[in-house]
């Protein structure tokens, strides 16, 4: 039975707030390089991140006892029946939904046809810390306002028989509540763009059911919850194997 979720709700939004989404792990609203559920030890020194000068080198064989005890914490029954449960809730959504989704280098991607349209949602997961933001007191007047709660990410529907024929959703996510911040309309030769906060409420109203009918709904909050929690597991998964691999 899927977890309840509450009702899908637009806001109107300021355009263009920030180009960093955050990274979310099982720790919702801490940004995070690992997934930090399988290393306690890494919270204990997360913030601020100091540089230090090691008392002795670790040799491979350390770094490995290591990586293999983290794998195993990773496998470990609870954490392997949670995934578990969360891939057949989220397979359960993209299914109701008519997506398919895909996890990137990057983040996610999930890509549907409804009436001869292919509609493609990207979104990033990227870890803040990778791009940090500048010092407040480097801070424009727009990136003091923004707020961290909120990522980004893009709705484009193409038409399945001109596919250079595209509308872009430039969208923000928080919480529950999906905005659009603006609309880009490009036929392969020229684009215009409109940001939303210039329309009226009707304008608003109506451009937001347009997207919902394209998939982008009551559901698709959560969608991108578990996708994103699942996104950290792949990735951190495959950080061990490939550490591992090289220190053998």
């Given at each position: 039975m899927l977890a309840p979720t509450r009702l899908f709700s637009f806001a109107r939004a300021k355009p263009a707030i920030t180009n960093r989404p955050l990274f979310f792990s099982r720790n919702m609203g801490?940004?995070?390089?690992?997934?930090?559920?399988?290393?306690?030890?890494?919270?204990?020194?997360?913030s601020p991140v100091k540089t230090f000068t090691p008392k002795k080198h670790?040799?491979?064989?350390?770094?490995?006892?290591?990586?293999?005890?983290?794998?195993?914490?990773?496998?470990?029954?609870?954490?392997?029946e949670t995934r578990e449960n969360e891939t057949k809730e989220l397979n359960l959504l993209t299914e109701q939904l008519g997506f398919k989704y895909n996890f990137t280098l990057e983040g996610v991607t999930f890509e549907k046809t409804v009436d001869g349209e292919l509609v493609s949602v990207n979104y990033p997961v990227v870890?803040?810390?990778?791009n940090p933001p500048p010092?407040?007191?480097?801070?424009?007047?727009?990136?003091q306002q923004e707020d961290p709660n909120q990522s980004l990410f893009q709705v484009s529907v193409k038409k399945a028989k001109?596919?250079?024929?595209?509308?872009?959703?430039?969208?923000?996510?928080?919480?529950?509540?999906?905005?659009?911040?603006?609309?880009?309309?490009?036929?392969?030769?020229?684009?215009?763009?409109?940001?939303?906060?210039?329309?009226?409420?009707?304008?608003?109203?109506?451009?937001?059911?347009?997207?919902?009918?394209?998939?982008?709904?009551?559901?698709?909050?959560?969608?991108?919850?578990l996708s994103r929690t699942l996104w950290g597991d792949h990735n951190y998964e495959r950080w061990l194997k490939a550490f591992k691999n090289f220190v053998k």
């Open positions: 801490t940004s995070q390089v690992f997934n930090s559920r399988f290393s306690p030890s890494l919270l204990a020194t997360r670790s040799s491979n064989s350390v770094v490995l006892r290591y990586l293999e005890e983290e794998q195993e914490i990773f496998d470990n029954k609870d954490n392997k870890d803040e810390e990778i010092p407040e007191e480097e801070q424009t007047e727009e990136e001109n596919p250079a024929h595209e509308l872009l959703f430039e969208c923000a996510l928080e919480g529950d509540t999906v905005s659009i911040m603006s609309i880009k309309i490009s036929d392969g030769k020229t684009t215009t763009w409109q940001p939303l906060s210039e329309l009226d409420e009707n304008g608003i109203t109506v451009l937001h059911d347009f997207l919902a009918s394209k998939g982008v709904s009551t559901d698709f909050p959560r969608m991108v919850s």
